[in-house]
């Protein structure tokens, strides 16, 4: 991508209300534009992100066996009435259409899915089978000020099980968690997010969270110097034990709930009568387990983990594109044809480039190549080729390198 025709700029300036790092960065740096508090519009740069992020936890859902789909964003209120969550639910946006009907605009789709998944199953045989979306969720959060961690709309992936029996839902469930580690690990989270129990409401003993360290983080969590598995503060209460090694050592750490998994059992397959027949041709409710991933907090979590006082650092697997390539000009000089062919070169390599070929001063290329944080810069000027080559710098370092053009490929890849 050309910078020169990327409609969105860097700016200086960010709403005064906006206070989280992340949204400060994301939208100085161009990544995002806020239409209002808790919702957030996607622009070239952010969206690029937000998309890999995605793509990553999309990979891992298929290898775990599940199958894709896309529900609406629009609910029947009868629905949300059949399971009591129409009036117990606080975060819940009401609408009404012209006629009087009224709908929800959906937090959650377990009251779509059941429904849904009722008119295929039929027998034993049908079951187990796994089925997740990557889709809009809209919440009325009413502390909407920590940017895209707590949208009013925004960007979940959720995945429902279906199972004959417990030991079933236990082993995906375990399937599952293993699943979200590895995400967190290629999404360059791994080391600073930890498995934390968590309450399990009604229905189970425990839900496991997943959180990542951070100030910005609203919760709290006890985690465990043996195991580092950790408990978060809600449910600690008298839990003196951790309860994955037994340990009593802990150590307290704010964190951002990245993702959540639950053991529903018959919560909403109940409601809904959502039964099948066993092998003996006997009715048996079947349970379920639900699994929450939020992309869109998880690129704020990004960013408020890894940046500096210029700005952003994406991990490799997420960044926008890999390489900031930086002309700088001089009157006379061949720069452009090479910053040219570089470009072309590192494209048909399959490297994504974002190409700086704008008319402005070195300083200001610099500036913003901090500001978005792409993992290389590399800067193609008379001194560097002079000296035989281009300067290499990675985003999370102080020092750059003179490498041969050459060899500029094998370099960053
Ligand atoms: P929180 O306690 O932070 O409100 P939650 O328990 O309501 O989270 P879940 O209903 O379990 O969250 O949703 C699954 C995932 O969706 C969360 O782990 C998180 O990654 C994401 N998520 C939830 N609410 C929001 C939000 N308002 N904005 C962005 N992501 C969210
Ligand atoms: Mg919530």
């Not at 983990?305 to 594109?321: F, L, R």
Request: charged share 30%.
């Amino acid at each position: 991508m050309r910078q020169s025709e990327l409609f969105t700029k860097t700016k200086k300036e960010v709403p005064k209300d906006e206070v989280s790092v992340n949204a400060q960065l994301l939208i100085k740096a161009g990544f995002i534009d806020k239409l209002a508090a808790g919702i957030y519009s996607f622009l070239p740069l952010g969206l690029r992100v937000l998309k890999k992020i995605e793509n990553i936890i999309r990979e891992e859902m298929n290898t775990i066996g599940g199958q894709e789909i896309l529900m609406p964003a629009l609910h029947p209120k009868d629905l949300w009435e059949k399971t009591g969550r129409w009036d117990m639910m606080d975060d819940l946006y009401k609408i009404k259409d012209v006629s009087g009907k009224e709908l929800a605009l959906g937090p959650t789709h377990e009251e779509i899915i059941v429904p849904l998944v009722q008119k295929y199953i039929q027998s034993y045989k049908d079951i187990p089978f796994y089925a997740y979306q990557i889709q809009t969720k809209f919440r009325m959060e009413l502390r909407s000020k920590s940017g895209l961690l707590r949208g009013r709309e925004f960007s979940m992936k959720d995945l429902y099980s279906f199972h004959l029996d417990e030991k079933d839902l236990e082993d995906y469930y375990e399937k599952a968690k293993n699943s979200y580690v590895n995400i967190f690990n290629k999404i360059g989270l791994g080391k600073i997010t930890h498995l934390t129990f968590a309450s399990g409401g009604s229905f189970s003993k425990y839900s496991h969270e997943f959180q990542t360290l951070s100030e910005a983080g609203e919760d709290l969590i006890h985690i465990c110097k043996k195991c580092s598995v950790a408990i978060n503060e809600e449910i600690k209460g008298e839990t003196k034990e951790c309860p994955e090694c037994g340990g009593d050592d802990f150590e307290e750490k704010k964190a951002i709930e990245v993702g959540n998994i639950f053991k529903l059992k018959d919560k909403f397959s109940k409601p809904f009568d959502l039964k099948v027949k066993n092998e003996k041709g006997e009715e048996v409710t079947l349970i379920m387990g639900c699994y929450g991933l939020g992309p869109s907090r998880v690129m704020g979590t990004i960013v408020e983990v890894y940046n500096d006082d210029k700005g952003m650092i994406w991990p490799q697997s997420v960044a926008p594109y890999q390489v900031h390539l930086i002309e700088i000009k001089n009157q006379k000089s061949k720069i452009k044809n090479e910053a040219e062919d570089i470009y072309n070169k590192l494209q048909s390599e399959g490297i994504e480039v974002l190409y700086d070929d704008r008319d402005i001063s070195a300083g200001e290329k610099f500036a913003d190549a901090d500001l978005i944080g792409i993992p290389y810069r590399v800067v193609v000027s008379d001194k560097s080729l002079k000296v035989g080559g281009v300067e290499v710098k990675k985003r999370d370092s102080e020092k750059s390198e003179i490498v041969k053009t050459s060899e500029l490929v094998s370099k960053i890849t």
